[in-house]
Structures are given as structure tokens and as C-alpha cells.
């Protein structure tokens, strides 16, 4: 009797869709495509200004509520804020995605506890709201104290 082969690839877990995951960083979001840092494509840019990451953070996540009538296009980017050093975009680098009226979408990916970070979302409607957050494993449960809410993110003047 032949022995029986067991596979050592992983099961995948079977996580409900309302719950949100980290990304590896080489993987992108649904409809996300990586995109260059080309300036002037938007009309508009928000930024969350630099904020500190919990020691214990294992990642940080961005969502993006597209509350416009039409479809919009939105280009997304993470720095990290090193000190004395110029602001650098985090892997998987700039983002664009395309979300449909009422569409949300999110990215997740490896980030450092207590380091400076900032996003920033280039867009054409005001009704875009971004969120950030940082969480403590890889699976959405927000840290106290680190949620970045929509209203909180500065437009860029001029």
C-alpha cells in the first residue's frame, strides 16, 4: 500500500468579507494598480501630516468611501517620515485605484511602530474620505489612539 502524501501548503483561512487583512506588500488591493509619482494629474490632495505609529504596530492600513455620484480615480501613497532624511514612499509604492459611486476600498501592509508616517490621497472630487489606522496583528482591530479619521486629513493649499 502506497503511503499517502500529505501537502504542507497552508489552508487558507476563511476570513468574512467585512473583515479587512493585511497585504503583503508585493500583493496590491482589488483594482489597485501600482502608479508613478507624476504630479498634476489631480485636482486635489489630502494628506494626514506626519503621525507616529504605536510601538506595537505590525501594519497600517488606508481606506478610501467614494461618496461622489461618478466613478473617480484616486492615486494613494504611504511615506515613511524618516528623521533628517527625506520622506520616502513604502512598499508596494504609490497606488491608483478606481472605485464606483458608494465603492470602498482599503490597502494594508507591513509598517514600523514607532516611526513618522503620512499619507496622502490625489483625487478630483472632494467627496472622496480617506481613513487610516494602525494595527497591533494582521487583521483589522484598530489601535487606541492611532485612527486617522477624514476630517483630520489637511487639503494642500494652492
Known amino acids: 500500500m502506497a503511503a499517502r502524501r500529505v501537502s504542507r501548503k497552508a489552508s487558507a483561512r476563511k476570513v468574512p468579507s467585512s473583515r479587512l487583512l ?26 494626514t501630516g506626519p503621525f507616529c505609529l504605536p510601538i506595537k504596530t505590525h501594519s497600517i492600513d488606508w481606506g478610501l468611501l467614494n461618496n461622489d455620484t461618478t466613478v473617480q480615480r484616486a492615486r494613494i501613497t504611504v511615506f515613511k ?5 527625506v520622506k520616502a514612499a513604502e512598499p508596494p509604492g504609490p497606488l491608483e485605484v478606481t472605485l464606483r459611486p458608494g465603492e470602498t476600498t482599503h490597502n494594508a501592509n507591513a509598517a514600523t511602530g514607532g516611526f513618522f ?6 483625487c478630483n472630487s472632494q467627496l472622496l474620505f480617506p ?23 489637511i487639503r494642500k493649499l494652492g
Do not use: N
Not at 497585504?23 to 490632495?45: D, I, M, N, W
Not at 517620515?81 to 532624511?85: I, V
Not at 508616517?117 to 490625489?122: G, K, W
Open 131 to 153: 481613513y487610516a489606522s494602525a494595527w497591533p496583528g494582521s487583521i483589522g482591530d484598530p489601535m487606541p489612539g492611532s485612527v486617522v479619521k477624514s476630517a483630520e486629513f
Open 81 to 85: 517620515c524618516h528623521l533628517g532624511a
Open 117 to 122: 508616517y503620512e499619507i496622502q490621497v490625489e
Open 22 to 47: 493585511r497585504t503583503p506588500a508585493q500583493e496590491l488591493p482589488s483594482k489597485a494598480v501600482k502608479a508613478g509619482l507624476k504630479r498634476g494629474a489631480y485636482r486635489f490632495t489630502y494628506r
